[in-house]
């Protein structure tokens, strides 16, 4: 890994290095090598100024020609993206929104980077023919992968409950987004969240199969792998095998099927815990 130091080469795009903490550099060090990286960091620890720091690096050093950054809609239209966009870097940017007018406009004069919702890549990038009867036709390419055929793109994708449902269109349209930037020149991947695994391996696998489709089972072998058991509604309730402490020999433990693509810190960490203010008991407050 390059020193946190000299994190950036020309620093054309990122304002100011002091804004790094070290835990954060080196994890944007190590995200900078890899073609996926899932960043799990605890709530309140500087995810978006990550994300920032490695689409400054990439676009400085020319390995991507644009950032495709995805958010959820309120943390757009609350100013959260496009604030910290204006304060930490100069990078050439657009709100990918509006009408399907004004997102053609756009997509025929593309800059450095362009902010957009999960909605507008669901609409934007996938085609899904008309319903019939229970299942729905797999999407096709839409306009915006027409536009991003001979670029190298950069995704980033801000928390990703969205697409972590294999049925949920949201979900079908990023991955034929992803599998079909692959395909291309080149596309490299950010996922950001601050969900642990343990909470809902069901939903982390659904998240994998769009991250590291190599690493991932089938659905019938995850399941028959994965899940000890079920609810009412054939839910999987309780899992096993998740981690190399308890999974039957034969079967890889769950966890490491996402070693090569995780980046996991917490704000207890030897290295990030000076970096916030320490934890304390509240005294109880009675109300009536």
């Excluded at 940017?93 to 025929?108: A, M, N, Q, S």
């Excluded at 697409?163 to 949920?168: A, D, F, L, T, V």
């Excluded at 950001?192 to 769009?210: H, K, V």
């Excluded at 096993?240 to 996991?264: G, W």
Aim: hydrophobic letters at 40%; charged letters at 25%; a neutral charge.
């Amino acid at each position: 890994l390059f020193p946190y130091t000299t994190l950036f080469r020309s620093m054309g795009l990122w304002r100011d290095t002091e804004t790094m903490y070290p835990f954060q550099a080196t994890d944007v060090a190590k995200a900078y090598q890899k073609d996926v990286t899932l960043l799990v960091h605890d709530t309140g620890m500087g995810k978006t100024i990550c994300a920032l720091a490695l689409a400054c690096l990439k676009l400085e050093a020319n390995e991507v020609d644009i950032v495709i950054l995805v958010a959820e809609a309120n943390k757009i239209i609350q100013d959260e993206w496009p604030s910290a966009i204006e304060k930490f870097t100069s990078i050439d940017w657009i709100l990918y929104h509006g009408t399907p007018k004004k997102r053609e406009k756009i997509r025929g004069n593309l800059p450095q980077m362009i902010v957009t919702t999960f909605d507008v890549v669901k609409r934007d990038a996938a085609i899904f023919p008309p319903k019939r009867g229970r299942g729905r036709p797999v999407p096709t390419p839409g306009p915006l992968l027409d536009v991003l055929d001979d670029k190298r793109v950069l995704v980033i994708l801000d928390e990703t409950t969205r697409i972590s449902n294999r049925g949920s269109d949201n979900h079908k349209a990023m991955k034929l987004f992803i599998d079909t930037l692959r395909d291309g020149p080149g596309c490299t991947v950010l996922a950001m969240t601050a969900t642990p695994m343990e909470r809902d391996p069901s939903s982390l696998f659904d998240l994998g199969r769009i991250l590291t489709p190599d690493t991932m089972p089938t659905v019938s072998d995850f399941e028959h792998d994965y899940v000890l058991s079920w609810d009412i509604f054939r839910k999987p309730s309780h899992y096993k095998n998740l981690t190399p402490l308890d999974t039957h020999p034969n079967i890889e433990p769950f966890s490491q099927r996402f070693d090569h693509i995780l980046l996991r810190k917490r704000k207890t960490d030897p290295d990030v815990v000076d970096f916030f203010p320490k934890r304390r008991e509240m005294p109880p407050t009675f109300v009536s």
